[in-house]
């Protein structure tokens, strides 16, 4: 079973920074969409930031201009760096991997089993 290891996550004041980092196998990070996804307590998980396997990002507006999302293929490594948190930020954090079929449908695709992420003074 193809795991997905996220570490990074921890305690940190208002406008403080954390970075995240996301490992797995080869064969995802050739290949795979690279995502991170975060669930607040009572909230859905939703979509925080993109990268494909080429390189292109895409981030959510609440995070746009904060957060930066990098992925080095050749170390299996993913990362989310995280500036200006804020308590909107708080929440766990999950690293995910997708490959798409040729009408867009995840026909692949891997979590990480959370990390959590708080902020508060």
């Known amino acids: 079973q193809v795991q997905l290891v996220e570490s990074g996550g921890g305690l940190v004041q208002p406008g403080g920074s954390l970075r995240l980092s996301c490992t797995g196998p080869?064969?995802?990070?050739?290949?795979?969409?690279m995502h991170w996804y975060r669930q607040a307590p009572g909230k859905q998980r939703e979509l925080v930031a993109s990268i494909t396997s080429g390189g292109t990002e895409n981030y959510a507006d609440s995070v746009k201009g904060r957060f930066t999302i990098l992925r080095d293929n050749p170390r299996r490594m993913m990362y989310l760096q995280m500036n200006n948190l804020t308590s909107e930020d708080k929440a766990v954090y999950y690293c995910?991997?997708?490959?798409?079929?040729?009408?867009?449908?995840?026909?692949?695709?891997?979590w990480g089993q959370g990390t959590q992420v708080t902020v508060s003074s």
């Open positions: 080869t064969s995802i990070f050739r290949s795979h969409e």
């Open positions: 995910n991997a997708k490959f798409r079929g040729t009408r867009g449908e995840a026909i692949d695709e891997h």
